[in-house]
């Protein structure tokens, strides 16, 4: 259903301002507008819980989810990068299971 594209950039990628030096964009292709909203829609609630530390920014377009990360140092990264990947999967994995039953 989907499919994620990882690419760590270095600081001072020409798409986002970065205040900070580690950065990571994360892309997933849910092949649907409406299944990438609904993920965005439940991921979206959860800020980070150091913003001061590490800073997260979704856009939603042809159905794919884009996640950019910046974080003052390596291991914040790293953590909200996973952190944001278990819920992804768990949001994931409940639309495969539950999404098309609750259409039709």
Same mark, same amino acid.
């Given at each position: +259903?989907? &499919?994620?594209? $990882?690419?760590? +950039?270095?600081?001072?990628?020409?798409?986002?301002?970065?205040?900070?030096? @580690? !950065?990571?964009? @994360? #892309?997933?292709?849910?092949?649907?507008?409406?299944?990438? !909203?609904? $993920?965005?829609?439940?991921?979206?609630?959860?800020? #980070?819980? =150091?913003?001061?530390? $590490?800073?997260?920014? +979704?856009?939603?377009?042809?159905?794919?989810?884009? $996640?950019?990360?910046? &974080?003052?140092?390596?291991?914040?990264?790293?953590?909200? @990068?996973?952190?944001?990947?278990?819920?992804?999967?768990?949001?994931?994995?409940?639309?495969? #299971?539950?999404? =098309?039953? +609750?259409?039709?």
């Amino acid at each position: +259903m989907a &499919a994620a594209t $990882v690419a760590s +950039m270095p600081s001072g990628v020409p798409d986002y301002q970065s205040q900070w030096e @580690f !950065s990571c964009d @994360f #892309e997933v292709d849910f092949q649907s507008q409406e299944n990438a !909203s609904i $993920v965005y829609a439940a991921l979206a609630v959860d800020k #980070e819980l =150091q913003p001061d530390k $590490v800073r997260r920014q +979704m856009t939603v377009s042809d159905g794919k989810l884009s $996640v950019h990360f910046e &974080a003052a140092e390596a291991r914040f990264l790293r953590a909200s @990068f996973s952190a944001f990947v278990d819920i992804l999967t768990l949001a994931t994995k409940t639309i495969e #299971e539950f999404g =098309q039953k +609750m259409i039709s």
